[in-house]
């Protein structure tokens, strides 16, 4: 098999697009024209095709996945989720096998830019400024696949929960005294921030007033 052109791509960086006498195409990176010593008119055996097929197909897994991180923060499950999730074709392949999503987790972790227990670190001051509780805060370290090792360090970030709550009393009142309902209300929207009873219960009675 030889390759009948070699150019750089247009439209994305660091791409490289390979034409095969064939008429198929192969695109890859830079590392790849450089690492394989890639030229216009040279042989590729069978074994070299492949081989350079599949360092094509994992330098645009790495690509992606730091394409990924760059969006948005995210912990390694949520990563390789998503780099092998089945597209909305179904006739369409996942993006990377799970082998190429871990190894590209891997190599993210190695550079720094993948880092869990940072990344636990983060969502619990995220959602300790939105004036939610530590139940609310686990519940987020499970949905987004945190390792449990992390938890208790990251839960160190949240603040006391008598800080949140009276932040929210103060701001749902106003200084007034609330009604029953009014109470309830706010004790029950206290607990879907992921406040426990006893802290809600404690706060009530610190603004002056208590539920039955």
Same mark, same amino acid.
């Given at each position: 098999?030889?390759?009948?052109?070699?150019?750089?791509?247009?439209?994305?960086?660091?791409?490289? /697009?390979?034409?095969?006498?064939?008429?198929?195409?192969?695109?890859?990176?830079?590392? $790849?024209?450089?690492?394989? &010593?890639?030229?216009?008119?040279?042989?590729?055996?069978?074994?070299?095709?492949?081989?350079?097929?599949?360092?094509?197909?994992?330098? &645009?897994?790495?690509?992606?996945?730091?394409?990924?991180?760059?969006?948005?923060?995210?912990?390694?499950?949520? /990563?390789?989720?998503?780099?092998?999730?089945?597209?909305?074709?179904?006739?369409?392949?996942?993006?990377?096998?799970?082998?190429?999503?871990?190894?590209?987790?891997?190599?993210? +972790?190695? /550079?720094?830019?993948?880092?869990?227990? +940072?990344?636990?670190?983060?969502?619990?001051?995220?959602?300790?400024?939105?004036?939610?509780?530590?139940?609310?805060?686990?519940? $987020?370290?499970?949905?987004?696949?945190?390792?449990?090792?992390?938890?208790?360090?990251?839960?160190?970030?949240?603040?006391?929960? $008598?800080?949140?709550?009276?932040?929210?009393?103060?701001?749902?009142?106003?200084?007034?005294?609330?009604?029953?309902?009014?109470?309830?209300?706010?004790?029950?929207?206290?607990?879907?921030?992921?406040?426990?009873?006893?802290?809600?219960? +404690?706060? /009530?009675?610190?603004?002056?007033? +208590?539920?039955?």
């Amino acid at each position: 098999m030889r390759i009948s052109k070699l150019e750089p791509s247009k439209r994305v960086r660091d791409r490289w /697009l390979v034409w095969l006498d064939d008429g198929s195409l192969l695109r890859v990176t830079e590392n $790849e024209v450089v690492s394989f &010593a890639l030229y216009a008119g040279i042989e590729l055996s069978d074994g070299d095709y492949d081989r350079l097929s599949d360092a094509a197909g994992r330098s &645009a897994v790495r690509g992606k996945a730091l394409d990924l991180l760059a969006a948005r923060p995210m912990s390694r499950w949520e /990563l390789i989720r998503k780099l092998t999730a089945q597209p909305r074709d179904r006739e369409k392949p996942p993006l990377a096998t799970r082998e190429q999503a871990e190894e590209a987790a891997d190599w993210l +972790e190695r /550079l720094g830019y993948l880092n869990d227990a +940072e990344y636990a670190r983060t969502v619990a001051r995220h959602y300790s400024a939105k004036g939610c509780g530590e139940r609310k805060v686990r519940d $987020e370290f499970f949905r987004r696949g945190i390792p449990r090792e992390y938890w208790e360090e990251a839960l160190t970030e949240v603040e006391p929960p $008598e800080n949140g709550v009276d932040a929210f009393l103060r701001s749902r009142f106003q200084g007034r005294v609330p009604d029953k309902k009014e109470l309830k209300r706010a004790s029950d929207a206290l607990a879907r921030r992921g406040y426990r009873w006893d802290d809600i219960n +404690e706060g /009530l009675r610190r603004y002056g007033a +208590e539920l039955d």
